[in-house]
């Protein structure tokens, strides 16, 4: 069946501008994560949406960031007032439950110029 | 707190030699842990986890991991490197009752003719 999907395959923006990411879970899968992937760096957690519960936001970086998810499948990570420092790989993950094997996205590259 | 440490960021073997990664984590509780592989412009894709079942784990593609609590330890390893087995390697750290995982910072693995 289909894996997880991510759009823009790369993102080209300018400093100052806003930016949105999409994430197409695995149909079924009730978990979403979000993580960044900055160069030389691991994965850093950025959100976690579990079915209709309140997200886990531990991990945003800042208030320019944000998440939603709409009718407990796509997913939206925004960022706002765009940084240079915000260029990274942003990596979306889905799994069938919050113990459950976590399927990873081909990720947003982000480049902030 | 949980985190993860990888020794060495890049690794270099021959092929056909044994392929050996490092990975040390703290946690406080039991974990799950977990390897994943990225091959280059992919997303990450699980190669093997533990779950408190049997402590040595076998993954795909021959790879297989011991938990040693003692030793805080999971290292991956593998018989004898393919040259298809280039790419960068994570360990990852999840408890059992948090929703974050905890990625190392990544191992790169170069498979040398």
């Known amino acids: 069946g289909a894996g997880v999907s991510q759009s823009p395959s790369n993102k080209v923006t300018e400093k100052g501008k806003d930016v949105e990411l999409r994430c197409d879970p695995i149909?079924?899968?009730?978990?979403l994560y979000w993580y960044r992937q900055s160069l030389g760096q691991g994965l850093e957690f950025l959100i976690y949406?579990?079915?209709?519960?309140?997200?886990?936001k531990s991990g945003l970086p800042s208030d320019r960031f944000s998440a939603e998810r709409t009718g407990g499948s796509v997913s939206t990570l925004t960022i706002q007032r765009t940084q240079q420092e915000d260029s990274a790989v942003y990596l979306c993950?889905?799994?069938?439950?919050?113990?459950?094997?976590?399927?990873f996205g081909p990720g947003t590259r982000l480049l902030v110029l | 707190a949980q985190s993860v440490t990888q020794l060495g960021s890049h690794v270099s073997v021959s092929e056909g030699a044994l392929v050996l990664l490092r990975c040390n984590y703290s946690?406080?509780?039991?974990?799950?842990l977990f390897w994943y592989v990225q091959y280059p412009n992919q997303g990450l894709q699980l190669l093997l986890k533990?779950?408190?079942?049997?402590?040595l784990v076998k993954g795909i593609n021959g790879f297989e991991a011991e938990f040693k609590k003692s030793e805080t330890s999971f290292h991956l390893t593998k018989p004898s490197a393919h040259m298809s087995d280039a790419a960068e390697y994570f360990c990852?750290?999840?408890?059992?009752?948090?929703?974050?995982?905890?990625f190392g910072t990544g191992t790169s693995l170069t498979v040398i003719p």
């Open positions: 949406f579990q079915g209709n519960s309140a997200p886990d």
């Open positions: 946690s406080s509780v039991p974990p799950y």
């Open positions: 149909s079924g899968h009730t978990a």
């Open positions: 533990y779950t408190s079942a049997a402590t």
């Open positions: 990852a750290v999840r408890s059992n009752t948090g929703n974050q995982f905890y």
């Open positions: 993950a889905s799994s069938l439950g919050r113990k459950e094997t976590q399927y």
